[in-house]
Every structure is written in C-alpha cells, then in structure tokens.
C-alpha cells in the first residue's frame, strides 16, 4: 500500500463497542462505551477542520459511528443517517457486515439493511458474513457469549427473507474439529443453497484459520495443525468456496522460506482509517489494537498530533512495521518443528504481536535497524 498521501481517511469510532467477546477477535478485548452523538460530532469536526504545515486539509473523509459491531446501539438508524451527514460524498460506504445480534432481536432490521445496501453496499451487492466456529457448544464458546449460535441460525433466516444473501465463515479450531460433519449436515437441513438460488443469490460457505493476534494469540493453542487437515470432511470441503486452500502451510515450512527474507512485513489495510476506541484512543488500522501501535489520544494529545503520527508512521509499530526483516522476526520468535498451519501473513502478525509485546516490556535491542543502522528506539 502506498504511503498516506491525505486524499482520503476513514474514522471509525467505537461508540458503542459490541456484545461478543470473540475468542479470535483480532481487534483484541476492547471496553464497551457509550459515546454521545455530540462527541461524535466533535471528533468529525475536529478532523474536518485540521490542516498540515502547508494549509492543506485532508481531501474526502468518512465517518463511522462503529469500528466492532455494527448498528449494535439501539438509534443506529440515526447514527446512519449521521455519517452520511458528515461524510464527504462517495465516502460512507456499508460492508458485507451487519449486526447478528440486533438481526435476531429486532424484525424490522435485515428489510432496513437490505434498503441500505441497495444504494450503498460497498461492491453492489447484499451480502451479510456470519461467522461459526462449529456447531453451538463450539460457536457460543467461539463468540464468546452464550446464544450466539442461536442467533446466527436466525439471523440466517431473517437475511434471506430480506433478500441478503448469508456468507457463512467457519473458523477452524482444533476443539471444532469433531463436529464438522453435523455442521455439514446443518448447511444441507437448511437448505441454504435452494434457499439463497431463490432470491436470486449464491450462498458461500468457506473455512479459514483465524489470524494470532488481538485475542487470537491468546488462543494459538487451538491453531490446526498439518495432520488436522485430513479430519475436514470431504463433504465440508466440496462445498466450501475454497475447499481448504486458507489454511496456508505449517510453521516450519513458513520458517525455511522466511529465513531469507530481509524486507520488512509492510503490514497495511485497503483502505486508510484511524479507529477511536471508547477511551479516546486512536490507532492505524493495520493491525491489532496494541500499545506499540497507538497514534495517541483525542483528548489529551489532540488530533493533530494523531494524524501526524499516522502520516509520519512514528508509533514504534509502524516504525518497526518498516525497518524489522521478515528473517530476523523468525529467528526471533519461530517455532522450529511446529506444524500449526499459517497463512504467512498471520505469521508475520503473530510475530509482530510478540515483538510488540517485547518491546513494552524493554526488551529490545539495538539489532533490529535494518539498512545498517541501529534502531534503539523502535
Ligand atoms: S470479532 Fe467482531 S463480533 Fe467478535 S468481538 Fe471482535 S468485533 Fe465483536
């Protein structure tokens, strides 16, 4: 991805946060707040009205009133209409995600969605992910919240009906491993196929590892591991979009080929966004919600002094995002001998967890300057 060049930023704020906990959320534990439509629009200003050393203002902005779930609070219909107030044209834009939670309490929500995504659907098209880690000892443990699968099961039907085509993610786990068969099972009781043909769609069904980082790091133990790959049922793997081609390869292979890679892990997002978490904390998000990687904050350190933090990559991930090679980020923290399977992305995020993690606790030494200058300070 190419460096920031101010046409365009995305700010999503957490304002509400989100009822899971996901065992591999990415973004990490994260506190629920409650921030007020006034604060809201205080952020947005406060962006809107920010110039560089030159005068010049960022070109087009977008706002999100959510960077978890979103529409989870209860006037979601007014935050909508909300970025789409303070939103430069052509900016707001819904993705394939919606509210599981508020699709099975609220009747009116998936007909309002499917309204939303006519004209605002970032490729065009209705589609709502729903993520599964099994069937519903496995799912409720996955998100973390007792119901969930329940949910999931009608939020399903509920998309359908509102002509939104579900795009069920499975998340392999080793304590999911066993149940794959009724949950191949479920997807023909259901009929999702027939179902999703009838409103003119085609249901999508694929299986993936989850990436170790935010809270998945925590949960690395229930990574698949090479042998794993032979107890996925054929009868799940012929109906997966992908059959099994996203469980990337084991860690030992991931090392040999790493060994001499001397670029550093570039890690970037497709679009350009600073999220703001309920404490006001503002992060890049190309990764984890971490403490290596925090612009600052809204209250305290103001958001010149973000954006210039984005725009300059200072934080020490983003330093380190830059300068530390792939090799070196092995040597440090591969397991050699492992088999648990990796895309090597997620790799390189898992060991950039663990670098940052090293790094907060003043670990690091001065070897990690790459083109041959010490850098003490990443
Ligand atoms: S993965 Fe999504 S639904 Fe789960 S806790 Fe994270 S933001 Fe919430």
Redesign the pocket.
């Known amino acids: 991805m190419e460096k920031w060049n101010m046409e365009q930023l995305g700010v999503a704020v957490d304002m509400a946060g ?1 009822p ?3 065992q ?2 990415w ?1 990490g534990k994260q506190k629920n707040g409650s921030m007020s439509v006034c604060e809201f629009r205080n952020i947005a200003t406060q962006f809107k009205e920010w110039k560089d050393e030159n005068g010049n203002a960022i070109t087009k902005l977008g706002f999100s009133t959510w960077h ?2 979103p529409d989870f609070r209860d006037d979601y219909r007014e935050l909508w209409e909300l970025e789409k107030e303070l939103s430069s044209p052509g900016m707001v834009k819904r993705f394939e995600l919606l509210s599981i939670w508020r699709l099975a309490r609220d009747e009116s929500y998936a007909k309002w969605a499917a309204d939303v995504f006519q004209t605002h659907a970032e490729n065009g098209v209705a589609t709502c992910q729903i993520s599964f880690f099994g069937m519903e000892e496995v799912t409720d443990w996955g ?1 973390n919240r007792k119901g969930a699968f329940k949910d999931s099961i009608l939020a399903t039907n509920r998309l359908i009906e509102a002509g939104i085509a579900p795009r069920w993610q499975l998340f392999a786990t080793k304590r999911g491993l066993g149940g794959y068969d009724q949950f191949t099972r479920m997807i023909h009781e259901l009929d999702l196929f027939k179902r999703c043909e009838a409103i003119g769609r085609e249901f999508e069904v694929f299986i993936n590892c989850f990436s170790p980082e935010g809270n998945g790091y925590l949960i690395d133990s229930e990574t698949l591991e090479e042998g794993d790959l032979s107890k996925i049922p054929q009868g799940l793997i012929d109906i997966c979009r992908d059959g099994i081609e996203n469980f990337g390869k084991p860690e030992y292979v991931l090392l040999d080929e790493m060994a001499n890679d001397n670029s550093p892990p570039n890690l970037s997002a497709n679009m350009y966004y600073i999220s703001i978490n309920a404490d006001y904390d503002a992060y890049p998000n190309i990764a984890e919600i971490a403490p290596w990687w925090r612009l600052g904050n809204i209250k305290t350190d103001g958001v010149d002094a973000i954006i210039r933090a984005y725009r300059d990559e200072i934080t020490p991930g983003m330093k380190a995002n830059h300068t530390i090679h792939v090799s070196e980020l092995a040597r440090r923290y591969g397991v050699k001998g492992s088999k648990k399977l990796y895309d090597k992305s997620d790799l390189v995020c898992r060991f950039m967890h663990q670098w940052g993690v090293d790094f907060m606790e003043g670990k690091q030494g001065r070897t990690y300057g790459m083109k041959g200058q010490p850098t003490a300070n990443l």
């Open positions: 989100c899971n906990n996901c591999h959320c973004l978890r779930e998100v």
